[in-house]
């Protein structure tokens, strides 16, 4: 089964919040599909290709907290997980960092920000000029 989660860029303007779709990433098994969008807006870093993956993709996976910590155990419980699995962890966490704006979204998520009154602008996968460059299983 599919799954898709939407990367997003949060922007906060003086009446609310400007959203902005910059990529999706796919996942198939263990399979993942990277695909930009908007690539019009280039303060927001990201490859301006498809990056086809087995293993989730580095500019995803270093959005996560390291296999490696010695507390990983208490964060993964924290976020209601009993083992390290990647994409459940930046599905739970949306991959938020603290030196950017940018967040995974899954498409129920991505939806009800769509409707909230504190968003001013919204340009998603049709607001693209990109888009039918990079379409997604039509």
């Known amino acids: 089964?599919?799954?898709i989660l939407y990367a997003v860029n949060?922007?906060?303007r003086d009446?609310?919040?400007s959203i902005t779709v910059v990529a999706t990433l796919e996942r198939d098994g263990n399979n993942y599909i990277f695909k930009p969008y908007n690539l019009e807006i280039d303060n927001i870093p990201r490859p301006n290709q498809t990056i086809k993956s087995r293993g989730l993709p580095s500019i995803a996976a270093r959005r996560l907290y390291s296999r490696r910590r010695p507390d990983i155990q208490n964060i993964l419980g924290k976020y209601g997980l009993d083992h390290y699995d990647a994409w459940e962890l930046l599905k739970r966490t949306?991959?938020?960092l603290a030196t950017?704006?940018?967040i995974y979204l899954?498409?129920?998520e991505l939806k009800s920000i769509k409707g909230s009154p504190?968003?001013?602008s919204f340009f998603g996968l049709e607001d693209s000029a990109t888009s039918e460059r990079?379409?997604?299983y039509p």
């Open 118 to 120: 504190d968003i001013i």
């Open 1 to 3: 089964m599919n799954e």
């Open 10 to 12: 949060v922007e906060k």
């Open 15 to 17: 009446k609310g919040f």
């Open 100 to 102: 950017d704006n940018v």
């Open 106 to 108: 899954t498409e129920d």
């Open 94 to 96: 949306k991959g938020k």
């Open 134 to 136: 990079y379409e997604i």
